[in-house]
């Protein structure tokens, strides 16, 4: 029995054109993607000038090596959120009952006699 040759994936175009997708990736595999990743069609890492700074090879070797669920040694702290309470759902719970104790009077302070206030003196004799 022989093998079939893998076919190739043709795609029709709006026009009606067939277009290679596999030929076409690979003629624009050099040029920088499309976003802010910094990186060819590829997946290379470039640097300034859109020189190649890391391989995929090394970037997909370095992301393996790692295992899953495996922790990071550095932590990454972020703040907790402080919990939502909507004004709706919130108890209102009432205080204890505490018996209120009556301030104490004080005793009546004695009238000194002075003289006859006359004019702002008396207007403000009352006001304390």
Do not use: F, H, W
């Not at 899953?68 to 702290?77: A, E, F, H, I």
């Not at 907790?80 to 309470?85: D, E, S, V």
């Amino acid at each position: 029995m022989v093998a079939k040759a893998p076919r190739k994936k043709m795609y029709r175009s709006m026009q009606g054109r067939m277009i290679d997708i596999e030929k076409l990736r690979a003629a624009n595999e050099d040029v920088q993607a499309v976003g802010n990743m910094n990186v060819n069609a590829r997946g290379d890492v470039l640097g300034t000038g859109g020189k190649i700074v890391t391989k995929k090879e090394t970037v997909m070797q370095k992301y393996y090596e790692q295992p899953k669920g495996m922790v990071s040694d550095t932590p990454v702290s972020k703040p907790m959120p402080a919990p939502r309470r909507d004004a709706t759902k919130q108890v209102i719970r009432s205080a204890p009952m505490v018996a209120k104790a009556t301030p104490k009077k004080s005793a009546p302070k004695p009238k000194v006699e002075t003289k006859a206030k006359k004019g702002i003196d008396a207007a403000l004799d009352g006001i304390e």
